[in-house]
């Protein structure tokens, strides 16, 4: 098994080989984040203790923590896991990880120095290398640095020097990274005037709902208003008498008798007494 060795202090990594078992067997069943004495590795590792950062199993998948299992599962992973990088937006899938307790089955062990014994190692105690890149976040600077809040951060910014080879001249060249983060008087003059802006219009729009109110409540109102006015119309109509309208009354007129009628004839019973 490889054993990858770094140590944060110096900046310096080591990668060291062991293929005996009874040296390994105090990485197994230990978890990631967990440290451990080693001093079985050798007489050099004496007051050593390191810490497990990572590692990988003989066929290349890497170990993952809060994963509590001594071999390989499959989990279901979306944005925002490791150990997957969704290739559309929303997507999930089933991949395969190694659980973060480490076992025989590891081709590769990633370890950070946690204590230093009283023997330095070669090529990871015995050198310092100077940190190329530093951090460009104003707050990891100033935890760097220990700086205090009241401070320019930017006279802290770790500059990093490249060496340009031109014909007849070299120069090297010197470029600070950007700080992230960043608060400026500017930046909080411009905060200022945004807080101010949206206060305005904050107000501004309350005061137009205001008004908006208003005349809804009065169209309302008027509609309502309107309304009663047309049912008391209608129920004045209704209890109101009905005027009986009286027509002309025809005059009358008597017929005239006609002429001949003026003679009336005699009784039949006459007419027979007369003939005898």
């Given at each position: 098994?490889?054993?990858?060795?770094?140590?944060?202090?110096?900046?310096?990594?080591?990668?060291?080989?062991?293929?005996?078992?009874?040296?390994?067997?105090?990485?197994?069943?230990?978890?990631?984040?967990?440290?451990?004495?080693?001093?079985?590795?050798?007489?050099?590792?004496?007051?050593?203790?390191?810490?497990?950062?990572?590692?990988?199993?003989?066929?290349?998948?890497?170990?993952?923590?809060?994963?509590?299992?001594?071999g390989r599962v499959r989990l279901l992973m979306g944005a925002g896991h490791k150990c997957y990088r969704p290739r559309r937006t929303g997507e999930?899938?089933?991949?395969?990880?190694?659980?973060?307790?480490?076992?025989?089955?590891?081709?590769?062990?990633?370890?950070?120095?946690?204590?230093?014994?009283?023997?330095?190692?070669?090529?990871?105690?015995?050198?310092?290398?100077?940190?190329?890149?530093?951090?460009?976040?104003?707050?990891?600077?100033?935890?760097?640095?220990?700086?205090?809040?009241?401070?320019?951060?930017?006279?802290?910014?770790?500059?990093?020097?490249?060496?340009?080879?031109?014909?007849?001249?070299?120069?090297?060249?010197?470029?600070?990274?950007?700080?992230?983060?960043?608060?400026?008087?500017?930046?909080?003059?411009?905060?200022?005037?945004?807080?101010?802006?949206?206060?305005?219009?904050?107000?501004?729009?309350?005061?137009?709902?205001?008004a908006y109110q208003k005349l809804v409540d009065k169209v309302r109102a008027d509609k309502r208003a309107a309304l009663a006015k047309k049912r008391?119309?209608?129920?004045?109509?209704?209890?109101?008498?009905?005027?009986?309208?009286?027509?002309?009354?025809?005059?009358?007129?008597?017929?005239?008798?006609?002429?001949?009628?003026?003679?009336?004839?005699?009784?039949?019973?006459?007419k027979k007494t007369t003939k005898k």
């Open positions: 098994m490889k054993l990858n060795i770094s140590n944060p202090y110096t900046g310096l990594q080591k990668c060291i080989e062991i293929n005996d078992e009874e040296k390994l067997s105090i990485f197994y069943g230990k978890k990631m984040g967990q440290e451990i004495e080693v001093d079985k590795l050798g007489d050099e590792f004496k007051g050593y203790v390191l810490r497990i950062t990572g590692g990988n199993d003989k066929q290349g998948f890497t170990m993952k923590q809060g994963v509590l299992v001594q999930r899938k089933r991949k395969s990880v190694r659980g973060c307790i480490a076992g025989a089955d590891l081709s590769a062990l990633s370890l950070a120095v946690a204590k230093t014994g009283a023997q330095d190692i070669a090529g990871l105690t015995d050198d310092k290398k100077p940190r190329r890149l530093g951090p460009k976040r104003a707050t990891r600077i100033r935890k760097l640095f220990n700086v205090k809040k009241n401070e320019d951060v930017r006279r802290f910014v770790v500059l990093y020097r490249r060496a340009i080879k031109k014909e007849g001249s070299d120069k090297t060249r010197y470029k600070c990274p950007k700080i992230q983060r960043l608060i400026t008087d500017r930046r909080v003059t411009r905060k200022r005037i945004q807080k101010r802006e949206k206060k305005e219009r904050y107000q501004a729009s309350k005061k137009d709902a205001e008391r119309e209608e129920k004045a109509a209704k209890e109101e008498p009905k005027k009986v309208v009286e027509q002309p009354k025809k005059a009358e007129t008597k017929k005239a008798a006609p002429k001949d009628a003026k003679k009336t004839a005699a009784p039949k019973d006459a």
